[in-house]
């Protein structure tokens, strides 16, 4: 696990407009001022530990600005992104308009837009190649549901979707794996209903991921692959999954909203690094 560190980043999908925003990262600062210090922080500069928050988007940008005050690097990401550059597509953002506001990360296809917004395999392909085309980051979420895992289909469904996610010929997929692309597991039975997985779950279908990247681009690239947990994470139960081999971070949603907890989570990044060490 450590030589991919751990990114721990917090979805807030349609919470804290603006004056939210700035109370969090004002109470983030203070208070990690006095708790992230030392080895905590060499982490941070080392890149074996990051931190993102993913905002709505109409706080983005006073998160991003906020973000240059912290004491520890803190990056920014998007909810969504269009896969075209620009056009008529109302009520969408594209690639360049993040890149023009000082964005590098997008997360693609969570499950409340494969959910609610008509999201498939195919627009969450086209919307990670085109952003990685662009160089952005980008944290691609896949999962089961709940009748899915029960039907015993979890490793079907996760295949179905890394499939979908990726381009068919082996060159075009190792484009993929250079580092930006982060694919968060997060199965859908999870996502706020504080039916966490186990950490063997979790670690399970991490395991089915990574196989699935080392027969589609090679273990190299496989084994860099930075792969998050997200459902009901907490401070409470994060130390456990980090423990897992293949958990290389969290996408946290209602235990993000906090800066105690969403720090409290920072603090178990470090730890279970500095333990892995
Ligand atoms: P949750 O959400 O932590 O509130 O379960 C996770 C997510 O949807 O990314």
Same mark, same amino acid.
């Given at each position: 696990?450590?030589?991919?560190?751990i990114?721990?980043?917090?979805n807030?999908?349609?919470?804290?407009?603006?004056?939210?925003?700035?109370?969090?990262?004002?109470? *983030?600062?203070?208070?990690?001022?006095?708790?992230?210090?030392?080895?905590? *922080?060499?982490?941070?500069?080392?890149?074996?530990?990051?931190?993102?928050?993913?905002?709505?988007?109409?706080?983005?940008f006073?998160a991003?600005?906020?973000?240059?005050?912290?004491p520890?690097?803190?990056?920014v990401a998007?909810?969504?992104?269009?896969w075209?550059?620009?056009g008529?597509?109302?009520?969408?953002?594209?690639?360049?308009? *993040?890149?023009?506001?000082?964005?590098?990360? &997008?997360?693609?296809?969570?499950?409340?837009?494969?959910?609610?917004?008509?999201?498939t395999?195919?627009?969450?392909?086209?919307?990670?190649?085109?952003?990685?085309?662009?160089?952005?980051?980008?944290?691609?979420?896949?999962?089961?549901?709940r009748?899915?895992r029960?039907?015993?289909?979890t490793?079907?469904i996760?295949h179905?979707?890394?499939?979908?996610?990726?381009?068919?010929?082996?060159?075009g997929?190792s484009?993929?794996?250079?580092?930006r692309? &982060?694919?968060?597991y997060e199965?859908?039975?999870?996502?706020?209903?504080?039916?966490?997985?186990?950490?063997?779950?979790?670690e399970?279908?991490?395991?089915?991921?990574?196989?699935?990247?080392t027969?589609k681009?090679? +273990?190299?690239?496989?084994?860099?692959?930075?792969?998050?947990?997200?459902?009901?994470?907490?401070p409470?139960?994060?130390?456990s *999954?980090?423990?897992?081999?293949?958990?290389?971070? +969290?996408?946290v949603?209602?235990?993000?909203?906090?800066?105690?907890?969403y720090l409290?989570?920072?603090?178990a990044?470090?730890?279970?690094?500095?333990?892995?060490?």
């Amino acid at each position: 696990m450590s030589s991919r560190g751990i990114l721990i980043a917090g979805n807030w999908k349609m919470n804290h407009g603006p004056a939210a925003t700035v109370k969090f990262f004002s109470e *983030l600062k203070e208070r990690s001022l006095s708790v992230l210090t030392g080895d905590a *922080l060499d982490l941070f500069r080392s890149g074996k530990l990051r931190a993102c928050i993913i905002p709505p988007y109409m706080s983005l940008f006073r998160a991003l600005e906020l973000s240059k005050g912290m004491p520890f690097p803190l990056e920014v990401a998007a909810q969504n992104a269009h896969w075209e550059k620009s056009g008529a597509y109302t009520g969408e953002i594209s690639g360049p308009i *993040l890149a023009e506001m000082g964005f590098s990360w &997008v997360l693609i296809g969570h499950s409340e837009r494969r959910q609610y917004f008509g999201e498939t395999d195919d627009t969450v392909r086209k919307r990670t190649e085109s952003l990685l085309a662009q160089n952005f980051k980008v944290i691609a979420c896949i999962g089961e549901t709940r009748a899915e895992r029960e039907s015993g289909k979890t490793e079907e469904i996760l295949h179905r979707q890394l499939r979908g996610l990726f381009p068919d010929s082996k060159a075009g997929a190792s484009t993929y794996l250079d580092g930006r692309l &982060v694919i968060a597991y997060e199965p859908v039975w999870a996502i706020g209903t504080g039916l966490t997985a186990t950490p063997a779950q979790a670690e399970e279908a991490h395991v089915i991921v990574r196989r699935f990247l080392t027969d589609k681009v090679g +273990a190299g690239a496989a084994e860099k692959t930075q792969i998050l947990y997200g459902g009901s994470v907490t401070p409470e139960n994060i130390d456990s *999954l980090l423990l897992c081999k293949n958990v290389d971070g +969290a996408l946290v949603g209602g235990a993000s909203l906090k800066p105690e907890s969403y720090l409290a989570l920072l603090l178990a990044g470090a730890k279970a690094e500095l333990a892995n060490r």
